[in-house]
Structure formats: structure tokens, C-alpha cells
């Protein structure tokens, strides 16, 4: 059962309304398909997260590692929004493609989705092409004579580097990022700190 907001003291009621408008300016415009699950959906108050109870000890989780980033749902969303504003986002949307991609257990599906997916991104004049080099993509082009669920493995690799060394310092560079991680480590040092994972309804 969710807590209503009366059960919460008003600065607790303060700092998440603060959380949810500067998460905003990540996830204005982040909207990612449905070929990417609902990775890029914000899950505010969820209290099934497997990444941290608290938001603002997830929020600051991801500055540890990009590992954690990416294990993150909303650090996903909040990635993939970051991205958007640099016009890359077709180098996450392929990561988290590739991944719902091993989760195939059909042959027949999986091929499908391979064929699919190499056609959006890595194919001559994929919509979404991602910037991997010329022998990964003709590695990656022959992997669909035979599929795999591992076809993708070399491009996702050399996709992910790319994101951890470039687009990632930049994200937590970024003002937006900055502004969320000192609200989250004003929160998480507070003694009177609120689980902001509770949901709050009225």
C-alpha cells in the first residue's frame, strides 16, 4: 500500500517534488520505442527496483561506474535523454536492443529480430546508424548467415566502449546531472533523510 502525503513530513514532500522537476530536465523530450522495452520509462516511486530503495542513492550510483548506470532504469532514461541533446542516442537504443535481443529463445524470432535490428543500425543507411568500424559491421553483417544469440556481441562491445569513454563523462559533467546528484547527496546525508522510493499518492 502506498503512503499518502500527509504521512510525510513536508520537507520529505519538498525534496521529492524537487527530485521529480530536475529528473525533468533529463526526461522532456526522452521517449525510447518499444523495441527497447521500457528501459527508457522513469519508474518514480517504484517499489520493485532493484537498483536502491532510495532514488537519490541511485542517482549518485551513477557516478560510480557506467555499469551502474546501465543497470538503472531511470539512469537508463536519464542517459538516453542526455544523449538525445547530443544526438546520439542510437548508440544506447542499439545497446538495449541488443540485449532484449539475447533474451530470444526462438530461432525463428531470433533471426527475425537480428535481421531487424542490423537493418536499423548497422546496415548502409540504417536510420539509426550506429559508429562502429568497417570490419565489425562486415563481422557482424556474415554473424547473420548463421544467427546467434551472440551475432552482436563485437558491435555492442565497441558501441558500449564508445558511450563509457565519451558520452558518459560528459552526462556526469553536465549541469543537469550535477544539479540531481547535489540534491541527491543533500538528501542522503540528511538525518531526517525519507525513503523517496515510497510512492506518494493522494
Known sequence: MCRTLSAFPTTCLERAKEFKTRLGIFLH?????SDTGSAGKFEWGSKHSKESRHFSEDVLGWRQS?????????????????????????NLEFWLACEEFKKIRSA??????????????????APKEVNIDHETRELTRANLQDVTATCFDMAQGKTRTLMEKDSY??????????????????????????????????
Open 29 to 33: 523530450k526522452s521517449d525510447l520505442g
Open 66 to 90: 557506467f555499469d551502474l548506470l546501465l543497470g538503472s532504469k531511470n539512469g537508463v532514461a536519464a542517459f538516453h535523454a542526455f544523449l538525445k541533446t547530443e544526438f546520439s542516442e542510437e
Open 108 to 125: 525463428t524470432k531470433l533471426a527475425s529480430r537480428a535481421h531487424s535490428i542490423f537493418e536499423e543500425f548497422i546496415g548502409c543507411d
Open 169 to 202: 563523462p560528459r552526462f556526469l559533467k553536465s549541469p543537469a546531472y550535477q544539479d540531481l546528484a547535489a540534491q541527491a547527496t543533500a538528501a542522503s546525508s540528511s538525518p531526517s533523510s525519507c525513503s523517496l522510493a515510497e510512492p506518494l499518492c493522494t
